[in-house]
């Protein structure tokens, strides 16, 4: 099994998060943080099944990104019987795609062209950037009504910094650390849609 290109992001993603549960505090924070991390999973899963998405293709493409936030905000809109969480969580969604093209390399569509500014190519500045988003996110929270003694407590915000340093420095030293399902064997490789300008 391969590793994909880039780290995973981890922190600045629920940064965002928290910052969204300041304002709608009526949608659980586990839903909010779940939804903004949602394109990641589907790489880990699509990775777990041996399912080659060359750059993103089936979890953060935009048909895959539209999918998603059409079935997740609708799947929470008949659970919570409100259209406003269904909206915050595909919001989540559309804002994780947003960062994803910021921090790294994303095909647009099957067989369209791969783009991003691919910030993860100077981990330093991605560190930054992502620390900012969630002491930001995670500050926003705490001084909100919306506020738990576990989402506000330091120790969370310091465990997030961490774990993102962690993922930033072995990128750097070793490689990229987010697994696919894409594999060099000859069956694999003609399962993988054709690069673009091949």
């Not at 304002?23 to 777990?48: E, G, H, N």
């Not at 059409?70 to 994780?96: C, D, E, K, Q």
């Not at 993860?120 to 991605?126: E, N």
């Not at 002491?135 to 929270?141: A, D, Q």
Request: hydrophobic letters at 50%; aromatic letters at 6%; proline letters at 8%.
């Amino acid at each position: 099994m391969h590793r994909a290109r880039a780290p995973d992001v981890i922190a600045g993603h629920l940064g965002v998060a928290m910052a969204a549960r300041a304002r709608w505090s009526r949608v659980p924070l586990l839903v909010i943080a779940v939804a903004a991390i949602f394109p990641d999973i589907i790489d880990f899963v699509t990775a777990a099944l041996r399912v080659c998405g060359p750059n993103g293709l089936y979890s953060h493409s935009l048909p895959s990104i539209a999918i998603q936030a059409v079935v997740l905000g609708g799947a929470v809109t008949a659970w919570r019987r409100s259209p406003s969480a269904g909206a915050v969580v595909a919001a989540m969604i559309l804002l994780h795609l947003a960062a994803d093209y910021i921090t790294g390399l994303k095909l647009l569509w099957p067989g369209g062209p791969v783009v991003g500014l691919n910030l993860y190519s100077h981990p330093v500045g991605d560190f930054i950037l992502e620390a900012v988003v969630t002491f930001g996110g995670w500050r926003i929270l705490r001084t909100s009504t919306a506020r738990d003694r576990w989402s506000s407590a330091p120790m969370l915000l310091v465990i997030l910094l961490a774990t993102q340093a962690a993922l930033d420095i072995a990128s750097f030293a070793v490689g990229p650390v987010k697994p696919n399902g894409c594999s060099t064997s000859p069956l694999a490789r003609s399962s993988v849609p054709p690069s673009p300008g091949r």
